[in-house]
């Protein structure tokens, strides 16, 4: 079993900024794909990131191209969620995920493993 922690969140002003971790126990980090995603009560689990097991592939949705930045130190067992130029519609509750294979995926239903989530709040 697989432990997903996350940290970083907070309440930041619109235009700033906050850098997400998420580390995982377990010693085949390195072997698997990992996502970030967010959401807010009411809504479905939205897609913001994901990147695959070695970092050489990222992918992102629409609305946090150029301001956010998806990283991974496979040596820490820790995936990264830098995001820039906050917006309000940017609050949620944002989660990482692990997927048991090598590549990424933007559907919340292709991964295995889930954290417990960490509160982003903008404020405008």
């Known amino acids: 079993q697989v432990q997903l922690v996350e940290s970083g969140g907070g309440l930041v002003q619109a235009g700033g900024s906050l850098r997400l971790s998420c580390t995982a126990s377990g010693r085949t980090f390195s072997r698997y794909a990992m996502g970030w995603f967010r959401q807010v009560p009411g809504k479905e689990r939205e897609f913001v990131a994901s990147?695959?097991?070695?970092?050489?592939?990222?992918s992102y949705e629409d609305s946090v191209k150029g301001r956010f930045t998806i990283s991974r130190d496979n040596a820490k067992n820790t995936v990264y969620l830098h995001m820039n130029s906050l917006k309000s519609e940017d609050t949620a509750l944002y989660f990482c995920?692990?997927?048991?294979?090598?590549?990424?995926?933007?559907?919340?239903?292709?991964?295995?493993?889930w954290g417990l989530g960490t509160q982003v709040t903008v404020s405008s």
């Open positions: 995920a692990q997927r048991r294979i090598l590549f990424m995926s933007p559907s919340a239903s292709d991964y295995d493993y």
């Open positions: 990147i695959s097991s070695d970092g050489a592939s990222t």
